[in-house]
């Protein structure tokens, strides 16, 4: 295993927005305040999410997006990436397996990270 002081650059891997504030934000901002560069690529728009009925399933991407952004900001993240896959039905296919990969290769790192079953 590495030491973190080894790593300029975290790349974190998420199906929903919000997976990694709860699985590793404390992690992220131990990282980010000791000049470790991360970014999010949060692969589904959470479309699936949220339960107002006063709010049109429409517009859920779009608060999901900026709700992801701010909490992304409090612990010192600045680079998120959606791709924008629909919520519940994602599939293991060569569009993802694509899409992961450019975002990979865009940020040129090799400290990626991912939660276990996504």
């Known amino acids: 295993m590495l030491d973190d002081a080894a790593w300029s650059a975290r790349l974190a891997i998420m199906a929903h927005p919000d997976d990694v504030d ?3 934000a404390g992690t992220i901002a131990l990282w980010t305040k000791s000049g470790v560069e991360v970014t999010y690529c949060i692969v589904t728009n959470g479309d699936a999410g949220g339960f107002d009925p006063a709010v049109p399933r429409a517009e859920i991407p779009l608060i999901r997006q900026r709700e992801q952004r701010a909490a992304a900001a409090a612990v010192g993240v600045t680079d998120v990436v959606f791709l924008g896959y629909p919520d519940g039905r994602l599939t293991v ?3 993802l397996r694509r899409d992961i990969s450019r975002v990979i290769a865009r940020c040129g790192r090799s400290g990626s990270s991912a939660a276990p079953g996504t």
Do not use: I, L, P, Q
């Open 22 to 24: 709860f699985g590793a």
């Open 93 to 95: 296919t060569h569009d």
